[in-house]
């Protein structure tokens, strides 16, 4: 088992006595359990795509495509509850995410979409896609995962920012010229959908890429059904109390010791405050921070300290372990943390069920 911030076990052993050929039965105390304990360690929780991911991308960041701005997510897209590798090769403009499946003891590429290195992922539809706007044009699409890959249904087009150069105005769907009305209507499904941009989470540091390869998605078998019951209770509580729009939440180590911290991001704009919830043994407590341009926070795998920059990039930093953040500057092993998950009562019972 896991023990987290203090050690609260008490075992008594059972005592046993003879005298004169005569024995005493044993009398057995009960055993008081922690609520920092553990199910099991999150290295011991074996998953099929672990060892295939791993290899991917290590040797992806042994290429000549790496480039230290090179990142990647590890992220279920298709809903099948086997997640995909996503690597994200640079934040260039015209950088796109190429995506991975776990496939026989290897990886089969099934989709390549994006524009800086993200694209927009929409889970109630399995769908992918991305939408950039130019000087004086927007140009995206839309895929829709279906027998095994991820088909494109919609491309478009469009040049109205050109408007004042006296220039036609032109709307494009998959290649063809159609009405405002029509483009529009082809395109709201997507536009009007919950979305998360997805692509850039983890650095390609060592430890980053250990703790996406064995922490990352072993968390529900790691907590406790008292864990999930009271995480779930105060994550319920901000969807109850709180008129939160583009609000994402997701579970992550921030102190490494093997019981998760839950974070919530409470909306997309940099003066949205990220909620963290942590446990302690009288139940589970909160602190409140900044956020980053991205709605969440960042965490430093290398010296255990989270951290939100503002536009304007000035960083503040947080420990949960009394670290010192007097001159921290980030290793090359972060993740982004707090927007994995959209923020609903649908996803709050699927990502803390009790497994029977």
Same mark, same amino acid.
């Given at each position: 088992m896991i023990l987290k911030k203090s050690i609260s076990i008490i075992i008594l052993a059972a005592i046993c006595s003879s005298f004169a050929g005569c024995q005493k039965a044993k009398k057995?105390?009960?055993? $008081? *359990?922690?609520? !920092?304990?553990?199910?099991?360690?999150?290295?011991?929780?074996?998953?099929?795509?672990?060892?295939? @991911?791993e290899t991917k991308l290590k040797e992806f960041k042994s290429s000549e495509n790496f480039k230290d701005s090179s990142m990647f997510e590890i992220n279920d897209l298709t809903g099948d509850g086997i997640p995909e590798l996503i690597i994200s090769p640079s934040d260039d403009v015209?950088?796109?995410? $190429? *995506?991975?499946? !776990?496939?026989?003891?290897?990886?089969?590429?099934?989709?390549?979409?994006?524009?800086?290195?993200? @694209?927009?992922?929409?889970?109630?539809?399995?769908?992918?896609?991305?939408?950039?706007?130019?000087?004086?044009?927007?140009v995206g699409e839309y895929l829709e995962y279906e027998e095994g890959t991820f088909n494109p249904t919609v491309s478009f087009y469009n040049n109205a920012n050109s408007a004042s150069a006296g220039v036609t105005i032109r709307y494009e769907v998959n290649n063809e010229d159609v009405t405002l009305v029509k483009f529009e209507e082809m395109l709201h499904p997507y536009r009007d959908s919950d979305s998360l941009k997805v692509g850039r989470k983890y650095s390609f540091g060592d430890s980053s890429i250990d703790?996406?390869?064995?922490?990352?998605?072993?968390?529900?078998?790691?907590?406790?059904?008292?864990?999930?019951?009271?995480?779930?209770?105060?994550?319920?509580?901000?969807?109850?109390?709180?008129?939160?729009?583009?609000?994402?939440?997701?579970i992550v180590d921030l102190d490494l010791n093997g019981l998760p911290e839950v974070v919530v991001s409470t909306g997309l704009l940099n003066d949205s405050k990220t909620r963290i919830f942590y446990m302690d043994e009288e139940g589970v407590k909160e602190i409140e921070t900044g956020s980053d341009a991205d709605g969440g926070i960042l965490l430093d795998f290398n010296s255990k300290i989270f951290y939100a920059a503002d536009y304007y990039g000035s960083i503040q930093c947080w420990s949960l372990i009394g670290a010192d953040i007097s001159s921290f500057k980030p290793s090359d092993s972060t993740m982004r943390c707090g927007r994995k998950y959209l923020l609903s009562e649908d996803n709050v019972n699927k990502v803390f069920a009790i497994e029977v």
């Open positions: 057995t105390e009960p055993v $008081e *359990i922690s609520l !920092l304990d553990t199910k099991i360690n999150p290295y011991d929780v074996k998953m099929d795509w672990q060892d295939a @991911f015209s950088a796109q995410c $190429e *995506i991975y499946r !776990l496939f026989n003891a290897g990886v089969d590429q099934i989709g390549i979409t994006g524009a800086y290195g993200t @694209f927009e992922f929409i889970p109630s539809m399995n769908a992918i896609g991305y939408s950039y706007d130019g000087d004086d044009f927007t703790y996406a390869i064995h922490c990352s998605e072993s968390w529900n078998k790691v907590l406790t059904d008292e864990h999930k019951k009271l995480f779930k209770e105060r994550i319920d509580a901000v969807i109850e109390t709180n008129d939160l729009k583009e609000a994402a939440f997701e």
